[in-house]
């Protein structure tokens, strides 16, 4: 709400409640559950394998500009690893933990034998079988609030 407040973005406490009626919960991170981390949600196929789900179902506009590529649809259409078969996109979320603490950016090179693809019971769920169908936030009014 801040940023959209500085932003001069109409955007409300009921945007929020709206939104998290509709979007499923796709994917939970420690501490919501406490055996997923993010080198998991990364082995799953990260944000993109995320967003990749939403646009499944429907809840992503394709058509907007992204910092990398002309619209999100096309980033996807890269990087979503249920859609790309791109053997450079599979190795980048195949990277897993070093276990060796490092001061040195890349200077690991482990990688997963696999990568987590299974949307109904994996890391990250598809918006048919998520681990809620609504967002879970409740926006309180009245004497609730």
Do not use: Y
Not at 46 to 69: F, K
Request: proline share 4%.
């Amino acid at each position: 709400l801040a940023a959209a407040h500085e932003g001069e973005v109409d955007f409300t406490m009921e945007d929020i409640d709206r939104l998290s009626r509709k979007v499923p919960v796709l994917c939970k991170v420690a501490p919501a559950k406490s055996d997923v981390h993010m080198e998991d949600v990364h082995r799953a196929g990260g944000i993109m394998a995320i967003l990749g789900q939403l646009d499944q179902a429907g809840l992503i506009n394709r058509d907007l500009p992204t910092v990398h590529t002309a619209t999100l649809g096309e980033a996807l259409d890269h990087w979503d690893i249920a859609r790309s078969s791109a053997e450079n996109v599979r190795d980048f979320f195949r990277a897993a933990p070093g276990g060796v603490p490092t001061q040195v950016a890349f200077s690991q090179d482990r990688r997963w034998d696999e990568l987590d693809l299974d949307r109904e019971k994996g890391v990250i769920r598809s918006a048919r079988t998520p681990f809620s169908k609504d967002g879970g936030l409740a926006v309180l009014k009245g004497n609730l609030a």
